[in-house]
């Protein structure tokens, strides 16, 4: 145990210490004194009260055992510095205190000084070697100035390695974030998680709390030659909708113009302006209002998945230009189809329209429901291999015919049995199973209830609604309470009951898309 060391830590102001530094205040640097003789406290703090680095003053704290350390060091966060004593409790308890805190609570950001009175109970070759420690001094030759420049040094260190981890931390959060930013294929969607991104990305590793950031993200529509909010927080939570002129203020909205005009991302002086512009014209808008000073590591951060956002909105932009494709040609191939018969080709756009309806009225997910949409345009493929007769004949089909009718399921199927892409895949499955119905006396395979897949069912029923509503050139067209009679005769019997309870509770909708795909 150590006896009173006071006298030997003089702080003689050998060099005329001058502790202010320059600089705006900030949040106060933390530091430990870890020692059991309460005058060398007293002391420490003296010398230190007027201290500033990096124009922020120090918040010193004081615990006399290893023991109490540890406890302190596991509740409080962000302690940059320890001075600490090796003879307390025990003669080594200095040295257990250094490995607890590296190993125990796995803390190598925070710095450590070892003071000791009693250099030969821990000489300083030895302990150098063997404990991650900063600094070591005898308590002899700890001078004002001497403290001064150790903390100083241990201060300036601490804050080197809490930027490269956050630096680092802001690194992992950016890669992590692509598979969330590539889900979105809307651009007002993506822009509102790349704003919510950015803003955690900012908030990561300080102590900056949403409330200290105001943000929107706003989205070019060619309609009315206009920015329109899409997400707003902080000062802008309220300009959700609003043109982009009337949520700013006249200075800040010339800033978003300059970048517009320079088809650039910029950094003002109270926060950061995002403009990104995809090949097709679209473009949009993400800007953060700060209260304090964005930092260098913070400006990197932002560039960085400044250009993250951009490279991914050009691959969410090229992914939509491919799916479009896609789609003008199932539509255009379902079409032609269509057209060997006396139906209109809205049949299959309805038959999509209602499915769609359909399938979000059951929640199913939003990939589920795209996919659903494109598929039902093909429900009826397996027609191409039926001859043209079968299609112009009036009055009710006779039985060979009928039959004939029949195999048109499982021709659909073989059309995209080889097929790899989802969509495809997806059209096989709703081609065949079309037909079936819920008690299992449908065809092809006589499948019955969930066996049937629910994008199966979902098609079936308005396949069925449609057809009985619009006139073929073997059946007159049904009136709607007609239809809506045997839609609920049938009602778990041929149709899933669920899927008809969605139906009926559906009407206004469906009138909608009759108008929209009249006969």
């Known amino acids: 145990m150590s006896n009173s060391c006071s006298n030997l830590l003089s702080f003689n102001d050998d060099n005329g210490y001058a502790p202010s530094m320059a600089g705006n205040m900030q949040k106060p640097w933390k530091i430990l004194i870890v020692d059991d003789d309460k005058d060398i406290h007293a002391m420490t703090k003296i010398v230190l009260s007027n201290y500033r680095f990096e124009g922020s003053k120090l918040d010193i704290y004081s615990v006399f055992s290893g023991e109490e350390a540890i406890s302190f060091l596991t509740k409080e966060e962000d302690v940059a510095l320890v001075l600490l004593d090796v ?58 100035q001497k403290l001064f420049t150790s903390v100083t040094a241990s201060l300036r260190s601490y804050q080197h390695i809490k930027t490269i981890e956050h630096s680092r931390l802001g690194l992992e959060y950016i890669i ?34 949403s409330g200290d950031i105001s943000s929107l993200s706003a989205v070019y529509d060619f309609k009315d030659d206009n920015y329109h909010v899409v997400t707003g ?74 250009t993250h956002i ?83 004949d009036s009055g009710k089909l006779p039985r060979d015919a009928y039959q004939i009718m029949k195999r048109h399921p499982a021709l659909g199927f073989s059309i995209f049995n080889s ?25 092809p395979n006589g499948l019955k209830g969930e066996e049937i897949h629910i994008f199966g069912r979902i098609v079936a029923l308005a396949d069925v609604v449609d057809a009985l509503t619009h006139a073929h050139c073997y059946k007159k067209s049904w009136s ?33 898309i009759l108008a929209r795909y009249p006969l």
Not at 132 to 138: G, H, V
Not at 422 to 440: C, I
């Open 480 to 512: 709607m309470d007609k239809v809506l009679e045997v839609i609920q005769l049938e009602r778990g019997q041929a149709f899933d009951p669920q899927l008809v309870d969605v139906f009926l509770a559906s009407l206004d909708t469906y009138e909608g």
């Open 176 to 209: 992590r974030s692509s598979p969330q930013l590539l889900e979105f294929s809307s651009l007002p969607l993506f822009s509102m998680e790349a704003l919510h991104q950015l803003t955690a990305l900012l908030q990561m590793g300080n102590d900056r709390q």
């Open 233 to 306: 927080s902080g000062d802008y939570s309220s300009s959700i909708s609003s043109t982009l002129m009337e949520a700013l203020e006249q200075e800040t909205y010339s800033q978003f113009m300059s970048a517009q005009d320079h088809r650039q991302c910029s950094f003002t002086k109270d926060g950061y302006i995002g403009y990104f512009e995809t090949y097709k014209g679209e473009r949009f808008f993400l800007y953060l209002k700060l209260s304090t000073k964005i930092s260098p590591v913070e400006n990197d951060l932002i560039s960085i998945f400044a």
């Open 310 to 392: 951009a490279s991914t909105l050009e691959n969410i932009s090229l992914s939509n230009e491919i799916k479009e494709t896609q789609r003008e040609i199932i539509c255009t191939l379902s079409e032609v189809m269509e057209g060997r018969s006396e139906k209109a080709s809205n049949h299959i756009k309805r038959i999509s329209a209602v499915s769609t309806m359909l399938a979000k009225k059951l929640n199913l997910s939003d990939h589920d429901i795209e996919i659903l949409q494109l598929a039902a345009l093909m429900h009826y493929i397996g027609k191409i291999g039926t001859a043209d007769s079968m299609f112009k």
């Open 419 to 443: 097929a790899k892409r989802e969509v495809m895949v997806t059209a096989a499955r709703v081609a065949t199973l079309h037909h079936e119905k819920w008690n299992g006396t449908g065809y």
């Open 87 to 144: 003879v307390m409790e025990t003669d080594d308890a200095g040295l257990i205190c250094v490995k607890n805190i590296r190993e125990q609570l796995k803390n190598s950001s925070i710095r450590i000084i070892l003071r000791t009175g009693q250099p030969g109970q821990a000489p300083e070759e030895e302990v150098v070697a063997h404990y991650d420690i900063n600094d070591y001094k005898a308590k002899t030759e700890l001078t004002a």
